[in-house]
């Protein structure tokens, strides 16, 4: 509704995106005698991705949170042959194959400064930035003006502020093919109540870098008959490969010098020209499986992964495009249990138990752009995989075999971790004075104050109003309705990061799979209400991947169902 740079009307902000994909994977399987299979295969699949900006590109321009019309059309085709050959005879069941193929990733990104304010000509008296586009070049910086001393000249012609320099979006075009083979062979040996599985891979890694791997697995079961027991461990070297979408982009952009100095301008760090390598991973498991009669199972299992080189993800100056990055490495410990109840008189049930730590390791290694931690830092944070109990408990009750049935499902998380915390410096304890007293949530947009439930005293956040003009609370008055934040001096990345609330949600549902008690044609009913109490919680908050995300509210669905 304003005035743009030209003098012109803005539109509202359109931006879009779409994928299309192709997948055909053809096999043949040819049996060579009574002990031995042989499987050939080939695959060829391609994902077009594109990022479409607002028609007006001025309408891209979203205060403290985009500053740039971006565009994009990325392809990603992945061809490959496969086979292998399997061996069962005796107490072996051997298997044996070769897969290789080649990714060819194409990348094309486009973008235009839509932000007076990202890189200023000139600076006024006070020091703030000089938003006049009339102002091109450091030599008109006179009078109150004077020269920005961080002016990068060589984004003017990119500009679109500055209707008189600039000629256009500036256009980045990558190209890299990804080839990949694997070579493997692994046997199964079951002998009385021991099972073995050995197993080793070899892979060549051959695209933007370079790597080879020789990676060894084994595991190792015992069923103690006499008490319905299994115990298993296992172990398995693992090579950890990039992510390919926009892998050109986050491993040589920065030696681009228009994408090198927008992302030094808009995250103010300097950009970080290391391609991404291939990592590695040791990874162990630790599982038990418990029958109580007939009635109640129980399999449990520790998870310990160990990855040097380990990837996270990352964004290109301040859009929606996002990329791969890589840390020094990550400790990501875990368990899991299930307890299943086969039907008694009706019932079933089953519980499943998790919890996982997801703990990087800095400093950053190589993918464009950084956060401040990443500068050559030595600490641990955890991303929002990091979750410390979540459970599932589902019942159902079918008093007849052909009759009605009623379920009930009930979810509890303790909370995501939610990294970009409403606190300066993602730490509640840093006042603008460095005080514990003050936090500082200037950071983010009242939008976003208000996706988080943010509070100051009884001044809550909404989708256009702060919770202070200056973005500035009392610590006494500060608090969320939707995050749980440390209390003032007690932030820490690794041990106490703010994390998302804890939430229960239930679940009911009512059907019967049988109407009307029919053999060959079947009609079935069902009625479920999903989210029955319609609490109002967040999922995640500013996830680099994936966003912001609420639960569903509370949904009802009624389905009549046709079996033939």
């Known amino acids: 509704g304003g005035l743009g740079p030209n003098g012109l009307p ?84 051997v298997k044996a194959g070769v897969t290789y193929e080649d990714t060819i990733l194409t990348e094309r990104d486009t973008f235009g400064i839509v932000d007076p304010a990202l890189n200023p000509v000139c600076l006024n ?36 502020t500055r209707p008189g320099t600039g000629v256009g979006p500036y256009t980045w075009l990558g190209h890299a093919n990804i080839r990949e083979t694997a070579l493997f062979i692994q046997d199964t040996i079951s002998i009385k109540n021991w099972t073995f599985n050995l197993g080793i891979r070899g892979d060549i890694y051959n695209g933007i870098t370079k ?21 298993r461990v296992s172990y398995a070297r693992t090579l950890e490969t990039p992510f390919n979408e926009n892998l050109v982009l986050s491993s040589t952009g920065c030696s681009d010098p228009v994408v090198n100095a927008l ?41 310990w992964k160990y990855t040097h080189l380990a990837y996270d993800f990352s964004v290109f100056g301040n859009t929606p495009i996002t990329y791969p990055i890589e840390w020094s490495s990550s400790k990501i410990p875990g368990y899991a249990v299930r307890g299943s109840m086969p039907n008694f008189r009706g019932l079933t ?44 408990t589902h019942l159902q009750y079918q008093p007849l075999k052909n009759g009605p049935w009623l379920s009930f499902n009930w979810r509890y998380d303790s909370g995501l971790v939610a990294g970009p915390v409403p606190c300066a410096g993602g730490n509640c304890a840093n006042g603008p004075n460095g005080t514990d007293t003050v936090v500082d949530v200037g950071n983010l947009t ?37 995050i749980k934040i440390p209390a003032a001096g007690t932030e820490n990345d690794d041990h106490n990061p703010p994390r998302i609330a804890p939430r229960n949600l239930f679940d009911i549902a009512v059907g019967d799979d049988n109407l009307l008690h029919t053999e060959k044609y079947k009609w079935s009913a069902r009625l479920e209400v999903i989210n029955l109490a319609n609490s109002y919680v967040l999922y995640n908050f500013l996830s680099t991947f994936s966003g912001t995300h609420y639960v569903t509210p509370r949904a009802i669905t009624a389905s009549i169902g046709l079996h033939f």
Not at 60 to 69: F, G, N
Not at 462 to 482: E, F, K, R
Request: charged share 15%; with cysteine.
């Open 10 to 93: 803005v539109s509202s902000t359109d931006q879009r995106s779409k994928i299309r994909t192709f997948n055909i994977a053809p096999t043949w399987t040819h049996l060579l005698n009574p002990n031995t299979v042989l499987t050939l295969g080939g695959f060829a699949r391609q994902d077009q991705y594109n990022y479409y900006p607002s028609g007006d590109p001025y309408a891209d321009l979203i205060p403290d949170l985009q500053s740039t019309s971006i565009g994009q059309n990325r392809r990603l085709t992945n061809l490959g042959l496969r086979a292998d050959v399997s061996y069962v005879k005796g107490i072996n069941n």
């Open 125 to 160: 008296a006070d020091g703030t930035t000089d938003t006049d586009p009339t102002v091109t070049n450091p030599a008109q910086c006179t009078g109150q003006l004077t020269p920005n001393p961080g002016y990068q000249s060589i984004l003017a012609p990119y500009d679109l």
């Open 211 to 231: 790597a080879t791997q020789a990676e060894p697995r084994v595991g190792v079961a015992y069923n103690f008959k006499p008490t319905s027991s299994v115990l």
């Open 263 to 303: 992302q030094s301008e808009v995250q103010g760090y300097p950009c970080i020209t290391n391609p991404l390598v291939p990592g590695w991973r040791n990874e162990f498991h630790v599982g038990l499986e418990q029958a109580f009669g007939r009635f109640f199972v129980v399999d449990a299992e520790y998870i």
């Open 349 to 392: 049930a089953f519980v499943v138990l998790s919890s996982v730590a997801a703990r990087f390791f800095e400093p950053q290694v190589s993918g464009i752009g950084v956060t401040p931690t990443g500068l050559g830092g030595n600490g641990v944070f955890r991303i929002d995989h990091d979750e410390n109990f979540n459970q599932t």
């Open 446 to 482: 009242p939008d976003q104050q208000f996706e988080a439930g943010l509070f100051c005293g009884s001044t809550h956040a909404t989708p256009t109003s702060p919770i202070s003009s200056d973005g500035l609370c009392p610590a006494s008055q500060y608090g969320s309705t939707l």
